[in-house]
Nanobody, 123 residues
């Protein structure tokens, strides 16, 4: 499966962005999916995850209440709605497919990754 992340950009603090992760090559309708981010000089960190049926969602404490992960299996796409953005949200955001084993918050549990989309929040 190929994953293509998009929707990043430059936004002022307090602004909003919606990221998309479009899958091709195979359906992700039966796959759990997640978003991670990586800021310069830092490790990739978990942001949010969603199970295949969208009945369960998971968030890092740092984004809880501000970010919402969702999916449209008919469009083979996962989304990350981000509001009340802060400068510390600045990073490259990656979407990935969470494999059948492992924790949703551990990037080693993911077997496919998109190329990343840059989000920059100015103060």
């Amino acid at each position: 499966v190929q994953l293509q992340a998009s929707g990043g950009g430059l936004v002022q603090a307090g602004g909003s962005l919606k990221l998309s992760c479009a899958a091709s090559g195979r359906t992700i309708a039966t796959s759990n999916m997640g978003w991670f981010r990586q800021a310069p000089g830092k490790d990739r960190e978990f942001v949010a995850a969603i199970n295949w049926s969208a009945t369960s969602t998971y968030y890092a404490d740092s984004v809880k209440g501000r970010f919402t992960i969702s999916r449209d299996n008919a469009k083979n796409t996962v989304y990350l709605q981000m509001i009340s953005l802060k400068p510390e949200d600045t990073a490259v955001y990656f979407c990935g497919r969470w494999g059948p084993r492992g924790l949703y918050s551990n990037y080693e549990s993911y077997d496919y990754w998109g190329q990343g989309t840059q989000v920059t929040v100015s103060s």
